[in-house]
C-alpha cells in the first residue's frame, strides 16, 4: 500500500480544512487507517484513526468533537475533515495503514500501522 496525503495549508484559527490520504494498491480496502501528527520538536501522536469497513473511528481527546474521520473505499480514499481548527493544531499530519486487522478494528499506536505516507503541513494562525 502506497499513501499519499494531502489537504493541508494555511489557515486562521476557528477555520476548517479537509486532509485526504488516497491509496493505491489493493490491500487498501481491508486495511485500518489512522491519522498522525507531528508537530516541530514533538513526539509523533495519534488524532484518528477508521476501521476498514468505516463503521468504527477513535479519536484522539484533543480533537475529540473537532475533527471527523470518514472514509470511501471505492476511491481508496480517507479523510480528516478538520473544524475549529487551533495553532496547537499546527504540524505534519501523515496518514497510516493496517492490513492486518478484522473489519471492525481501529488501530491507535503508531508501531501498528505497516505502511505510511508523506505528510501535509497544517499550519493554523491566531
Known amino acids: 500500500v502506497q499513501l499519499q496525503a494531502s489537504g493541508g495549508g494555511l489557515v486562521q484559527a476557528g477555520g476548517s480544512l479537509r486532509l485526504s490520504c488516497v491509496a493505491s494498491?489493493?490491500?487498501?480496502?481491508?486495511?485500518?487507517i489512522g491519522w498522525f501528527r507531528q508537530a516541530p520538536g514533538q513526539e509523533r501522536e495519534f488524532v484518528a484513526g477508521?476501521?476498514?469497513?468505516?463503521?468504527?473511528?477513535h479519536y484522539a481527546d484533543s480533537v475529540q468533537g473537532r475533527v471527523t474521520i470518514s472514509r470511501d473505499n471505492a476511491k481508496n480514499t480517507v479523510y480528516l475533515q478538520m473544524n475549529s481548527l487551533k495553532p496547537e493544531d499546527t504540524a505534519v499530519y501523515l496518514c497510516?495503514?493496517?492490513?492486518?486487522?478484522?473489519?471492525?478494528?481501529?488501530?491507535?499506536?503508531?508501531?501498528?500501522?505497516?505502511?505510511w505516507g508523506q505528510g501535509t503541513l497544517v499550519t493554523v494562525s491566531s
Open positions: 477508521i476501521s476498514w469497513n468505516g463503521d468504527s473511528t
Open positions: 497510516a495503514a493496517d492490513p492486518k486487522v478484522s473489519e471492525i478494528t481501529v488501530v491507535v499506536g503508531q508501531g501498528e500501522y505497516d505502511y
Open positions: 494498491g489493493r490491500t487498501f480496502s481491508h486495511s485500518a
